[in-house]
């Protein structure tokens, strides 16, 4: 609990709707149960992304960071692999694959298609329409 009113906080505080989709992540991931009504953040964030256009392009690259984040943690985690034994399969420092962990780094075409070739996988890149909220 004391992980996610952390990051709480520091949503409100600092970034509010950058790392809104990281804190439920984390809470999912802590099996936190006593998920904080995150209401007004989400309605503070939706009008924030309709009146500022710069804003709604950030909040949209990170959301595609943190979606990348998601999916290369379940695959090291598939292949039961720690953040170290996963960057020397792939031949990347531990650094990289703990910022792509966390949503901290823009991932490239070519640096997903390393893991994938590296971890025999396929890269699936998928456009679907914006959800207007």
Same mark, same amino acid.
């Given at each position: #609990?004391? %992980? !996610?009113? #952390?990051?709480?906080?520091?949503? @409100? ?22 998920? %904080?009504? #995150? &209401?007004?953040?989400?309605?503070? $964030?939706?009008?924030?992304?309709q009146d500022d256009a710069q804003f709604a392009q950030a909040a949209q690259l990170a959301n595609i960071?943190? /979606?990348?984040?998601?999916? /290369?943690?379940?695959l090291r985690e598939q292949l039961g692999l720690t953040q170290r034994a996963f960057a020397q399969l792939?031949?990347? =420092?531990? &650094?990289? @694959? ?6 901290? #780094?823009? $991932? +490239?075409?070519?640096? *997903? +298609?390393?893991?994938? *070739? ?8 998928? !456009?679907? =329409? *914006?959800?207007?909220?």
């Open positions: #609990m004391a %992980i !996610f009113v #952390m990051v709480k906080r520091f949503l @409100v505080v600092n970034i509010v709707d950058l790392w809104l989709p990281l804190a439920i992540v984390i809470a999912e991931k802590c099996r936190i149960k006593e998920v %904080i009504d #995150m &209401s007004k953040i989400d309605e503070y $964030a939706s009008r924030r992304r960071n943190l /979606v990348v984040a998601v999916q /290369v943690r379940a792939i031949h990347k =420092p531990q &650094s990289t @694959v703990a910022r792509l962990e966390t949503g901290a #780094m823009n $991932a +490239s075409t070519k640096l *997903l +298609s390393e893991i994938a *070739l590296a971890t025999n996988q396929q890269v699936t890149i998928e !456009f679907s =329409p *914006l959800v207007k909220a």
